[in-house]
């Protein structure tokens, strides 16, 4: 049973709002695409535990907690009726060393250990269920799941799963006797419940009105789109989308990088780069937005 849906990261949002709109210097970039990788991996490894496992488990994706000011992240737990699977997932590609406790590059250069991003995320996760009186093992493991992910040097007894031992893991799992009731239930409920929307720590591009590219951005590839009355095409990969659902995509966009300010009609056509009549962006706008007067202007929410 899924207790929490997988959440796209919020400041992989913000990257793929602002990605076609303003210069992303190299650092961005490589930031985005860093975190686009995380979360398609994450994903991944979603869909292998709800493909594979037939055993009685819940599964909960994706959790940002806080114990005694400190936050930790959990990519996924499995909680089954006697012990608890915390993975955290990587999408690595390539080959890695392992020296001790450093982890590295081929070419030598040093990388953040996830082993110890790891062992931190399982102590402060065994503090905060000691908080809830549950005293049930945790069993951490780090999961590549990229099968060009390699290794070496790596200790027996690492808490890691590879791509190729997954069919293995798999059996393990579905062995194992579990049976869930509503103890279990109401754990993963306050753990969920627990979750923060995002770390105060997240950093994405400034950006502000005035300095970001206007028009309809197409969803494949970020590239402007034409209006071509009904619908509009993408003038990169020509994809096409009617014009409705462009505009309310576009639309959802700007509430999003600019919540604070009001939705209004001049503002969305400028938004959007739509010129004269702005009947097709007032359109949209009433059908799926409330309407809102306030002295001698309206604007919508």
Known sequence: MNLKDREEPIELKYFRFLKGRMFLSSDEKQQYANVQKGFEGEVKFD????????????????????????????????????????????????DYYSNEDKWHFMSGAEIKSPLLQLQRSDFLLQQLLRKLETNTTIKPSLVFIHPEFILYNAPPKLPVLFSGQLN??????????????????????????????????????????????KGVTCI??????SDKERKWKCTGCGHEEDNETAILRNAKEYHFLFPDKKMITNVM???????GSKKKIRRVLSKHFRHLSQGRGSYYV
Request: hydrophobic share 35%; charged share 30%; glycine share 2%.
């Open 47 to 94: 869909r292998w535990i709800e493909q594979n496992l037939s055993c009685d488990y819940l599964l909960v994706k994706g959790l940002l907690l806080e114990h005694r000011g400190e936050l930790f992240q959990i990519d996924t737990l499995l909680i089954f009726s006697r012990e608890i699977y915390l993975f955290n997932v990587k999408n690595h590609v390539g």
């Open 220 to 225: 494949k590839c970020a590239t402007f789109m």
């Open 168 to 213: 293995r893991f798999k059996k393990t799992l579905n062995s194992k006797p579990s049976k869930i009731d509503r103890k279990h239930e109401r754990l993963a409920e306050r753990l969920v419940s627990l979750h923060l929307d995002h770390s105060p720590h997240t950093r994405w591009p400034d950006y502000d009105f005035q300095q970001l590219k």
């Open 269 to 275: 056509s400028e938004w959007c780069e739509i010129n």
